[in-house]
Every structure is written in C-alpha cells, then in structure tokens.
C-alpha cells in the first residue's frame, strides 16, 4: 500500500527548533513530489510548500517562505518540514501530502494522518 | 495570489438528498481543481481532480464540473458518513497552490 507515515506530538517552547517527518512506502518516493499543509486549531487548510525528492527542487508559499525550511533524505524515504526558532502562531497540526504524478502542476493524492506541533510561549 | 471562495459556508441537508457545493476562483485556474473531504481528526481525502475527475475509490455519487473560475461538487444523494467539511485547491497558479475556506457539510 502507499502510504506517509509521519512523526509525532510535538509540544516545544517558543524559540526552540523543531524538524518534522514524513515517511513514503509502497511507491517510488524520489518521483514524486512531496509537500506540506498547515491546519491551525478550529481553521481550514493553508498550502506550504512542495519538494521533489529526485533533485530536491523545492517550492514555496510566499506565507511560509523565511518562516520554515523543507527537506528531504532520499536514503530513508522521508521529507521533513523544520523550524529554527518556533512561535506560538506554529501551533498547529501539519500534514504531508504527495502529489498525483510527478509534475509540480498537481494536488495531493495520499496524505498523511498529521503532526501535532503545539508551542507554549 | 489566487484567491478560492466557497459557498455556502455551512449547508443543512437531509440524508438522501442532492447537495451542490460552489468554488470561485479570483482568476482563472483552467480545470486544475481538486475537492477534498475532511472528517473531525482525520487527514483530508481526495475526491475530485481535474475539476471533474474521481479519484481512486471515491463513490459516483460524488461529481464535479465547471473550468475557468466557476466549479461545482455534487453529491446526488447523500449517505450520513459525507457529512464532513468540504475543500476545494487551485493548483494552477505556482508557487502557491492555495485552499478555498471551506464548506462545513452537516445533518438538517
């Protein structure tokens, strides 16, 4: 089966980093391309970020550009989203997506079952 | 930036009935629209892509339409387990492939 598996709970303070995972199986993870999605407490989906694992050419939302770095490890299969310094407004559950096909022009297919990142300041 | 507005924002329905949810895009996005369902803490779900096409698995009660600015989900009779919140994403418009705010889908 395809499928993401990602890490899990975080509760971290303010100005602590942070660096989450996202895990591929069942398919060819350096072909397609692999992003993020924010969703803050009680509110709908905010678009991140997307990488491709063949080259890790990565594109950002201009929201979260400055504000959060992703990544990739090809050996192990896994994306990873990370913080240097958290604020309490990166309270939040992340969620992993991969996209359809292997064009960056695409929406997410599988997903993830999320991350909970919570921030105390 | 492409802006995505849903309507309605919460729609009352009886099981067994026809529901049309909308999606607006600012500009226009072609047919690179996907629909997404999303149940109390669960992951989002693909439904539609392409503006018009299935998913894997996903039941033909569920339909989707338009092209350009204007799209539709259809759901033709509704069973009590798709009652969730409802998604709609522009993937047309690198690098930011924005959400619509949502249409929340619940029991009349």
């Known amino acids: 089966d395809v499928q993401l598996v990602q890490s899990g709970v975080e509760v971290k303070k303010a100005g602590e980093s942070l660096k989450i995972s996202c895990r591929g199986s069942g398919y060819t993870f350096n072909n397609y391309w692999i992003g993020w999605v924010r969703q803050m407490p009680g509110k709908g989906l905010e678009w991140v970020g997307i990488i491709y694992p063949g080259d890790s050419d990565t594109r950002y939302s201009p929201s979260f550009r400055g504000q959060v770095t992703i990544s990739v490890d090809k050996s192990v299969n896994t994306a990873y989203l990370q913080w240097s310094r958290l604020k309490a407004s990166d309270t939040a559950m992340y969620y992993c997506?991969?996209?359809?096909?292997?064009?960056?022009?695409?929406?997410?297919?599988?997903w993830g079952q999320g991350t909970m990142v919570t921030v105390s300041s | 930036e492409i802006v995505l507005t849903q309507s309605p924002g919460t729609l009352s329905l009886s099981p067994g009935e026809r529901a049309t949810l909308s999606c607006r895009a600012s500009?226009?996005?072609?047919?690179?629209l996907a629909w997404y369902q999303q149940k109390p803490g669960q992951a989002p779900r693909l439904l539609i892509y392409?503006?018009?096409s299935r998913a894997t698995g996903i039941p033909d009660r569920f339909s989707g339409s338009g092209s350009g600015t204007d799209f539709t989900l259809t759901i033709s009779r509704l069973e009590p387990e798709d009652f969730a919140v409802y998604y709609c994403?522009?993937?047309?418009?690198?690098?930011?492939?924005?959400f619509g705010q949502g249409t929340k889908l619940e029991i009349k």
């Open positions: 500009q226009s996005i072609s047919s690179y």
């Open positions: 994403q522009q993937y047309g418009s690198s690098p930011m492939y924005t």
């Open positions: 392409g503006a018009s």
């Open positions: 997506g991969r996209h359809r096909g292997s064009s960056s022009t695409d929406n997410f297919d599988i």
